[in-house]
């Protein structure tokens, strides 16, 4: 009997190698995978230049702490800001740490502006994490279940309703923050509305408010632009990132502009490993390997082409509700609870996930090629159909 605590519920496949969008298991068997360890493996599996770089800095030197400069972390703070027009970076190593950042922040802004209580607007279906102030502000109520009582601070409303956040902006003066994921990955591969994203910036200018964007999952090229509300043309106050920033090694990052700037100083927050030489050397280089191979480009056109070939395969396919999505982050909704899918999959050489119960959701690789999707949607097609096709 395996000593790992029971968190997951782990499939029965293990992975010895991987090699660009493909995966061999410890029995030889070949997977097309489509999930890139849940939106982290950026260029798929062993690209030449990632492991290349990080064998060779794990050769000089793989940490040191935030108590000494840290060259790579300076370079890459730089090349974020370049990148999404942010001002100021703090790193980390998870999403959720990215966003206990960003709620800390807007707590310090808000006591800064004298208010006592400070509060943030988060979203139905939305997922941040699951440390206690993630999962208190994650809408998930079967993710919460069992932890109470949880963290207070949070005002939740539904996805896409700016006229919901004014009236609570009219009534609730504690208000500091709204938290938005711009594509809600866990929560089905929802996306904000281009005119919603534009009016709660509005709104939040006006209200002197912080907009924090969670793109952890969406961001660093996986919906076609550098950034998930890039799409928009707005800049949030905050964004957090991770997943795909560092192609695999585990890093987070939360960027701030604006009001945000300056809040925290020495003291405030901290990482024992965030940023170290190693996760800073793997960031720069995926974001150096996007930049030369094209692959935001790709992502779009790629993406793109899943979608639509995929409405085609399964058109007129009873119990398709929908196929959504933005790049290489997709979701083909169905009108039944469809996990089993996983385990199909897997049968199939196929690695997807199902999310929110009835939703596929495909993530993957940015430099996946068409041909790989056409194989994608070729496998996926057959086993949708076979699945609402049975009795």
Not at 13 to 41: C, E, M, P
Not at 147 to 154: I, K
Not at 313 to 325: E, H, N
Request: hydrophobic share 45%; proline share 3%; charged share 20%.
């Amino acid at each position: 009997m395996s000593h790992l605590m029971n968190t997951y519920s782990r499939l029965p496949v293990a992975f010895s190698h991987g090699q660009g969008s493909w995966l061999t298991d410890d029995d030889g068997k070949v997977y097309l995978d489509a999930l890139s360890g849940i939106a982290v493996n950026t260029l798929g599996h062993n690209h030449p230049a990632l492991v290349a770089a990080i064998a060779a800095q794990a050769g000089r030197l793989l940490h040191s702490s935030n108590l000494y400069r840290i060259p790579q972390q300076e370079q890459l703070a730089d090349k974020l800001a370049a990148l999404s027009g942010m001002d100021e970076i703090f790193f980390c190593n998870s999403g959720c740490e990215a966003n206990e950042a960003a709620i800390k922040l807007a707590r310090l802004y808000g006591h800064q502006q004298g208010v006592a209580d400070p509060a943030t607007i988060v979203m139905e279906r939305a997922f941040h994490g699951r440390t206690m102030a993630t999962l208190s502000a994650t809408g998930n109520r079967k993710a919460q279940a069992g932890f109470e009582p949880l963290v207070s601070g949070f005002v939740r409303v539904p996805y896409n309703d700016l006229e919901a956040i004014r009236a609570i902006a009219r009534y609730n003066k504690n208000i500091v923050a709204v938290m938005l994921e711009i594509v809600q990955g866990e929560g089905g591969i929802n996306s904000a509305d281009i005119d919603f994203q534009r009016g709660l910036r509005a709104l939040c200018d006006d209200r002197q408010w912080l907009l924090i964007c969670d793109e952890v999952q969406c961001g660093m090229g996986r919906t076609g632009h550098w950034f998930a509300f890039q799409h928009a043309g707005i800049t949030p106050d905050v964004v957090t990132l991770a997943k795909g920033l560092g192609g695999g090694v585990p890093i987070g990052a939360c960027l701030v502009a604006g009001r945000a700037s300056g809040l925290f100083q020495p003291g405030n927050h901290g990482s024992t490993f965030g940023g170290n030489q190693l996760a800073t050397t793997a960031a720069l280089t995926t974001i150096e390997v996007i930049e030369r191979e094209g692959l935001i480009d790709r992502a779009l056109a790629v993406g793109t082409a899943i979608r639509e070939d995929l409405a085609q395969a399964l058109a007129g396919c009873k119990g398709l509700v929908t196929i959504r999505g933005q790049g290489l982050m997709i979701g083909i909704e169905l009108d039944r609870p469809c996990g089993e899918l996983v385990v199909r999959g897997l049968d199939a050489g196929l690695l997807i996930n199902v999310t929110a119960d009835k939703v596929v959701r495909l993530l993957p690789p940015l430099n996946f090629s068409i041909d790989e999707a056409r194989e994608l949607v070729s496998r996926l097609t057959r086993l949708i159909r076979d699945f609402l096709e049975t009795p």
